[in-house]
């Protein structure tokens, strides 16, 4: 009998990837950034200064320093955040992470068992669904408007799993530059949304990846800066949008014994810490000036697609324009299922997130869809929705309001 070694995986695996097919001519997908704008020549610079400096400590583990990361790194989120902050951030309150996706599972990892209830936007990051999903976790969606999470929805939710005996373990919220949404949750109601919570034992878990590329309103202070003395919020922040996704640092903030826990679980013996070494040295003296410059050029690339989507579809899609990042979330009408187009927009180099990936309530989501701008060129988006439009077969009827 020959020896057949998928007969011995796990039987709860996930479906294996399809064979990488390398990025098609029109990705809309992914939280890719702008080519142009990596800082290559202040990565560079980084790169050799840190090495010369410091690089004998690559020879140690973390760099022979905490396992909550790169001390230097971790100042600086202390300073980026304590900026604006109220309460400062003590550098015992940073965990670097390989990416705030590794957050995300650690956070998870910490919290959730099979059968919990959680609370997330309706619409939300695909990759935090996925994760729910296979954590066998039952995943309730708070209703948004314009806003951002509805207090009113949230109450009633929080107060339905209280009353089963199983309070929601946490409210994952994106607040600033909402993914897949876009909006910015205003300081008013997020004072709401922590007075909703008040009573519950529920905690607040907030990701605020893109609030580094805000351009539509005023960068309104972080949940966690707004929390009170009994401290419900675990933040994350990621320098995959603001610098380059493939460097992978993200980093949690949350009180010391909270991130004492979460070490427990984080036994990948630290983060990179060269990308953290580089990143520090980098961001110490270019981030301001840096995040401006993207932000504008991301904003620009927004109003490129927002024109083409205009032109191209017409009156057949609603949209609002984001108010920062990378994305722009698209709804149809009722009768379209967004879905039923990537076979046939794969096929003319398209791709594009159906909304249903990025839905609670994936019938919620058939009719919408999320399209990034970041990493296309202005030529290819402009060429991009042109296809797209034409394979839906939805094209303008001239009106473009
Ligand atoms: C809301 C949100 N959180 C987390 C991530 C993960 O980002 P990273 O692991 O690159 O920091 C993404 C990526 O697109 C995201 O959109």
């Not at 939280?31 to 020879?59: F, H, I, W, Y």
């Not at 980026?80 to 550098?91: F, I, M, S, Y």
């Not at 060429?383 to 034409?390: D, Q």
Request: one cysteine or more; aromatic letters at 8%; a negative charge.
């Amino acid at each position: 009998m020959s020896f057949e070694i998928s007969e011995l995986y796990r039987k709860d695996l996930p479906p294996a990837e399809a064979e990488w097919g390398g990025i098609p001519a029109f990705s809309f997908v992914g939280g890719n950034n702008d080519e142009e704008n990596v800082p290559v020549a202040g990565l560079m610079e980084a790169v050799t200064r840190v090495l010369q400096r410091e690089g004998r400590k690559l020879a140690v583990y973390n760099l022979g320093g905490s396992p909550l990361g790169h001390e230097d790194l971790r100042k600086f989120i202390c300073q980026k955040l304590g900026v604006r902050a109220a309460t400062n951030v003590d550098l015992d309150e940073v965990l670097i992470t390989s990416g705030s996706l590794q957050a995300l599972d650690l956070v998870n990892d910490l919290l959730l068992l099979p059968g919990d209830n959680v609370i997330v936007e309706e619409a939300t990051y695909g990759g935090m669904i996925s994760r729910l999903k296979r954590l066998g976790v039952v995943v309730h969606g708070v209703h948004l408007d314009q806003n951002g999470v509805r207090p009113d929805h949230l109450f009633e939710l929080l107060q339905s799993c209280a009353s089963q005996g199983r309070p929601a373990k946490y409210l994952y919220t994106i607040p600033t530059v909402q993914n897949p949404t876009g909006t910015c949750m205003p300081i008013d109601r997020r004072i709401e949304i922590l007075a909703a919570m008040e009573g519950q034992q529920t905690a607040i878990f907030e990701d605020d990846c893109y609030a580094d590329l805000l351009w539509g309103c005023d960068r309104p202070p972080t949940l966690w800066e707004l929390d009170g003395p009994d401290r419900r919020v675990i933040y994350c922040g990621s320098f995959s949008k603001s610098i380059a996704p493939a460097l992978r640092v993200g980093y949690v903030v949350a009180k010391s014994p909270v991130l004492q826990q979460i070490l427990s679980l984080k036994t990948d013996a630290g983060s990179g810490a060269l990308e953290q070494m580089v990143v520090a040295e980098y961001a110490n003296s270019h981030f301001d000036k840096h995040a401006e410059r993207l932000t504008s050029v991301l904003h620009g690339k927004a109003e490129v697609m927002a024109e083409a989507i205009r032109q191209n579809f017409g009156d057949s899609v609603h949209f609002d324009m984001p108010q920062g990042g990378i994305f722009m979330w698209l709804t149809f009408a009722d009768d379209v299922n967004t879905a039923d187009f990537s076979t046939e927009a794969s096929k003319s180099g398209i791709e594009f997130n159906a909304g249903a990936g990025w839905s609670v309530d994936p019938l919620w989501g058939a009719n919408k869809m999320r399209l990034c701008f970041g990493n296309p060129s202005v030529e290819a988006i402009r060429e991009g929705v042109h296809r797209l439009a034409e394979i839906m077969n939805l094209t303008s009827t001239g009106n473009s309001s």
